[in-house]
């Protein structure tokens, strides 16, 4: 009878390939370098992850306004020291734990005419949800804030670049009889006699990504009375507040609205370039 020649290297060989095969097959699960299962389906964490924010630092806020303005908005000071006017200007800032993500600054000034108060908040919104973008997360912050504003015939912030058409006045403007009031120590409700026609509180189309003004005119008593003006705008993943006031020296005067809404919106639109360059 005729042997068979034995050929060891074929069995080897034979048992590289089944290793191989085996090997691959428990791969093919999507094993991770510890032994643990990755999910491979398609829409999984690294499928559905949103690009962070534009900014990353926000600017030094007591540093963001130029001399000019500064000498605009608070006519006060160039009548003081020199001393006195260089701290004025200098401003002075917020307290705060991180400047990159919040940062402010604040200016005030005593005139014979008048007191002015200036202040700015700089919030950068960081979102903490991997299905949620950092610009999408400051435009519900910015929707609170224009919420909580109770501008007059608003409904919900619109989406950037979104026309929107206001809904029928209501609450006390809307009854043509109805008398406005305006109680002792309290602020005068929006839209009253205390804002004139044409300047009442608003959103404002033209200025970075979405934007609102509000204007509030506060009496206490029989003290001199006090108007702010609030510019609130976002952008990107940005939002910039503005405060600015005026309290005239004589009780019987009252701010100007036109006045403190036109430069408060004149520095608004300086700061949304500042971010852009």
Not at 99 to 105: L, P, V
Not at 225 to 252: D, K, L, W
């Amino acid at each position: 009878m005729q042997r068979r020649a034995y050929v060891p290297g074929v069995a080897a060989l034979l048992a590289a390939l089944t290793v191989g095969v085996t090997g691959l097959a428990g791969c093919s699960a999507g094993s991770g370098p510890d032994g643990a299962t990755t999910d491979s389906k398609a829409g999984g964490p690294a499928d559905t992850a949103v690009q962070p924010g534009k900014y990353r630092t926000l600017l030094e806020p007591c540093g963001s306004v130029q001399r000019s303005t500064l000498k605009d908005l608070l006519p006060g000071a160039a009548q003081l020291p020199e001393e006195q006017r260089e701290r004025v200007y200098r401003g002075t800032p917020s307290a705060t734990y991180d400047t990159d993500r919040r940062a402010g600054c604040s200016w005030k000034t005593d005139g014979p005419d008048a007191s002015h108060q200036l202040t700015l908040d700089f919030e950068r919104v960081v979102s903490y949800d991997p299905t949620v973008s950092d610009d999408d997360r400051a435009q519900q912050v910015y929707a609170e804030k224009e919420t909580a504003a109770g501008l007059p015939s608003q409904g919900p912030a619109p989406a950037a670049g979104t026309a929107q058409q206001a809904p029928p006045a209501t609450g006390p403007t809307a009854n043509p009889t109805a008398k406005a009031t305006t109680p002792s120590a309290t602020t005068t409700p929006t839209g009253s006699a205390g804002t004139p026609e044409g300047l009442e509180p608003r959103v404002l189309a033209d200025l970075a990504d979405a934007a609102f003004l509000d204007d509030v005119l506060t009496r206490a008593g029989s003290t001199a009375q006090h108007r702010t003006v609030s510019v609130v705008f976002r952008t990107s993943n940005v939002i910039v507040t503005i405060r600015y006031g005026e309290q005239p020296a004589r009780v019987t005067e009252v701010p100007d609205s036109k006045e403190l809404q036109e430069k408060a919106q004149g520095l608004a639109r300086n700061l949304a370039e500042r971010f852009e360059e």
